[in-house]
Structures are given as structure tokens and as C-alpha cells.
């Protein structure tokens, strides 16, 4: 990438009032960002009942994301640190209501009331520290631990950012895993340096069948990984859960342990496969015969 | 702002422990009509803090509430036309929302409230 704006100067500077304007009228990112947020509510998997949700738009800027979340219905609350940002949400008569908020000081809503978030090519601002007060760490464990918090359980939210570099991601979904979530990365269109986007997608709550990951893009429009053991190209990175105690994450390595094998038994129904029931004995450990 | 939002907001000042209602001041508030969708409606109402939304409805002049609700009530579609007036359609244009422990002011302007914590608040 030529250059990164996140370089440049802090985020409530960047997005001046003249960037503001000139972000949201250009057809090619409103478009970008319209077709990022469909994938990101896709990837929120929500019940498919039709009713709609109270959602979360961090970094909400001018309201693009925000849109495609009306026009599925949903209710949202945006927030964003850029006040010419939230200016011309407010020119453009956004359906959300907005804050100027900063997430990395922590989101400022009640427990468990939020049915799921999503973040559209904000986050990776978090990274900058351009203040003497700006410490990244901080600044991302205070945000993964107050969106935890505020989620119901089970929710999930879906960040689509773009990372500086590798260590950047890792930092980030460290610290999002840290705060209690379970998920990972998906790449969508690995192959392509211009198309390639980055989604984290968290789930809130203990770790289930939910919280699988789903499943990337890839050029050709089919999905690009197919299972854990797939080839190295695989670009669902899964990032276990940090509550699961270290001796178990040890087993799966060797023996993958009864959990994979009643998820692997589940996906075997699910496909049609007749499957025998599951058991005190599924997975259990054998004794050494001699 | 809409009462919705309202209803979920805390603040979030290093040392506060329970931020929650935000005192609503109300200067200007306006009224927009929305679709009543009785499903968003019943999803929702589990989350609502009954007390601190009857409070804001009140703030903006809007009596109409019941002191207590229950899920049955969700029965009633006279209780959720108000419910949906009072959670949606009310908004508060300019005014402020009051840290309940510390007191500290957060500004609303434009229908925006100003949640940016100074330094020494983080
Ligand atoms: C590329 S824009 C995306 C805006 C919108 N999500 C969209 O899809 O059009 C990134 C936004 O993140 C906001 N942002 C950056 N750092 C932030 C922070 N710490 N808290 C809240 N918003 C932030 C910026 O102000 C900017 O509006």
C-alpha cells in the first residue's frame, strides 16, 4: 500500500471536514464500503427470523456502513471520533443515532445489550500512537473489553480492518481473545493484493459450534479453505480459545480430543451422513494394549 | 439521540462504578415517525431498564408511560405504540446527559452526544 493514512496524523485529524466530504462522495467508496459491510453481516450471522437487531457501527464515519444496516432494517448506534465525519452523517440523514466517542478509551454502553457489532475499516487506527497518551495496548484492551461486555452472550461482532502488517493483526486478535472472545481472522481474496480484506470475526461467549469460523472468499467465488488440515494456502487462521486449558489444547494436538471429534461428527450429519450417536465413549481415550 | 440509545449508554469515567442512567438534560427535542415493527419490539424490551426510559420520557414531556411494565403487556398494541413512541420516535436535539456518580457533563449537540473522555477520565 502506497500510503497509509493512519501514517499521516490521528484520526479525528485525517478526517477533517474536507476528507470527510471527499470520502463520501466518491461512488468507488461507497461502493467498496457498502459491499464490506454486506460480507461483515453476513459473517454476524444473525438469526435468520427477520426481526431486527440492535447493532453496534464502530467507526461509523458519514454513514456508509451504517446504511446497509438500515437497509436491512436493523436499528444501529454509530460512533466515531471524527465530528466532520458524524457532520455529514447528519447531512446525509442517517437512520442511526451517533456518538463521538473514541473506542480505544472503551465504549461507553450497558452490559450485554447490543446484539451484534460490526466495524468497517476503523480499527486498525487503534494502532497508532501519535499522542504521548496513545498506548495501543491499552487503547485495545480497553475497546475488546468493553464491546465483550456490551455484547449479549453469544453475539458475535465482525471488524473488517487493515492492518499494517502481520504483527499488527496478531497484536490486535490477541488482544480481542484476551478480553474472553473466540474466533479469528477470515481473508477474503488472499490471492489478490488490491481485493484481499481482512474480517475478525468474535464471538462472544463460551466457545460452540456458533463460534466455528466461517468460511473465506476467494477470486473465483467459491469458498478457498475447506478444512483445518487443508493445504498452507488455508486462510481461515482459527484462533483457539484462551479460556480452554492448556494440557486439552495439548491432546488436540496429537489425539484432536473429543470436542473436535463431536464437532467433526456433527458436520458429518449435518452433510447427511449417518453418524453414531455421541457418548460417554465418543473420543474416549484407549488403553494401552500390549 | 433517539431513547434508545439513552437506555443503553454509561458512562464509562475511570472510578465510576454503576454509570448508568445518565441524567437527561433536554433543551430541544424533535419528533420523527418511524414504522412500528412489534417484533423489534418484544426483542428489545428484555434489555430496556423500564425506570430509566419512563425518567427520559418524561424529560421530554412525554407522559405516557406506565411505572411498570411486564412481557405480557407486549400483548397490548396500546402499550406498544407508546413503547415504540417513547424508545424511537422521541429524539433529543440539544441538552446533555449527567455522569450519575461524578456529575460530569456530556454535551449534546445536533443530536450528538459528546462521550470524548479528557485524559485523566480514562
Ligand atoms: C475509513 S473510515 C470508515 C467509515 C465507515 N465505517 C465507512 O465504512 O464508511 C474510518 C473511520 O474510523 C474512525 N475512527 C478512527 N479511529 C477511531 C477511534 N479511535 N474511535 C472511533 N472512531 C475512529 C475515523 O474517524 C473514520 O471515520
Known sequence: MPSRPELTAPPEFFYNEEEARKYTTSSRIIEIQGKLTERALELLALPDDGVPRLLLDIGCGSGLSGETLSEKEHHWIGLDISKSMLDVALEREVDGDLLLADMGQGLTLRPGVIDGAISISAVQWLCNADKSSNEPRLRLKAFFGSLYRCLTRGARAVLQLYPENEAQLEMITASAMRSGFAGGVVVDFPHSTRAKKYFLVLTCGPPSLSSALPKAKSEDGESCSDDSDSDEENKTVSISDRRRPRKKQKVNKKGKGREWVVKKKEQMRKKGHSVPPDTKYTARKRKAHF | ?122
Not at chain 2, 23 to 46: A, G
Open chain 2, 1 to 122: 439521540m433517539r431513547l434508545l440509545t439513552h437506555n443503553m449508554l454509561s458512562s464509562n469515567i475511570k472510578g465510576v462504578t454503576n454509570g448508568f442512567p445518565l441524567r437527561l438534560q433536554v433543551e430541544k427535542s424533535v419528533e420523527k415517525e418511524v414504522d412500528l415493527n412489534p417484533d423489534f419490539l418484544k426483542n428489545i424490551f428484555p434489555k430496556i431498564e423500564w425506570k430509566a426510559l419512563v425518567d427520559a420520557s418524561h424529560a421530554l414531556g412525554y407522559p405516557e408511560l406506565p411505572d411498570d411494565a411486564e412481557p405480557s403487556m407486549l400483548d397490548s398494541h396500546d402499550f406498544l405504540k407508546k413503547f415504540h413512541h417513547a424508545l424511537l420516535e422521541l429524539h433529543v436535539e440539544e441538552g446533555a446527559l449527567i455522569c450519575p456518580e461524578t456529575g460530569r457533563n456530556f454535551p449534546i449537540n445536533k443530536g450528538i452526544p459528546n462521550m470524548l473522555l479528557h485524559e485523566d477520565e480514562v
